[in-house]
């Protein structure tokens, strides 16, 4: 299961971030010299989003589009990607977010089960996002969640 680090500043959106690790299984490996595609990317940064339109505004929001995404080393099975997001700007109703993910530990060509932690990570992919949250859904706070196991208050007499 991913890992997953959200922080906040108190001085708003301006610092949110999010991050996650993930390793690469074998099946995901699509192409020829067992090259992972940039989509598995995509959908980290598609994770990454929603997280952070959760945390500013209690909703996963619409992701709208990506833009400059470059794809700048390859990813291959047994490779460990940590991919992170920023909260870049605010608007009412959209968020802009910068992506990155980089390589951290490498698979090695010696065996299927070799790899190597990496002194630098390598930058395998960035990209900016740009998701909608609509007005109507939007939450603002963590008081109008209710766990799981909770259930909605009923008043005296019934619903009205």
Request: proline share 5%; charged share 25%.
């Amino acid at each position: 299961m991913p890992m997953t680090i959200a922080e906040g500043s108190a001085d708003g959106d301006a610092h949110v971030t999010a991050r996650l690790r993930v390793r690469i299984g074998q099946e995901e490996a699509h192409y020829a010299g067992e090259l992972v595609d940039g989509a598995r990317l995509l959908r980290l940064f598609g994770d990454l989003v929603t997280e952070i339109t959760i945390r500013t505004d209690g909703d996963e929001g619409l992701l709208s589009a990506y833009s400059d995404v470059r794809f700048t080393a390859p990813v291959r099975p047994g490779d460990y990607i940590e991919a992170t997001a920023r909260l870049t700007r605010s608007t009412r109703l959209r968020r802009f977010v910068a992506l990155e993910a980089r390589k951290v530990i490498a698979s090695h060509d010696t065996s299927t089960s070799a790899a190597q932690v990496l002194a630098e990570p390598v930058v395998v992919c960035t990209a900016n996002a740009v998701t909608v949250v609509p007005k109507p859904k939007r939450t603002g706070s963590s008081d109008s969640v209710r766990s799981p196991g909770e259930k909605e208050a009923v008043p005296m007499g019934g619903r009205q």
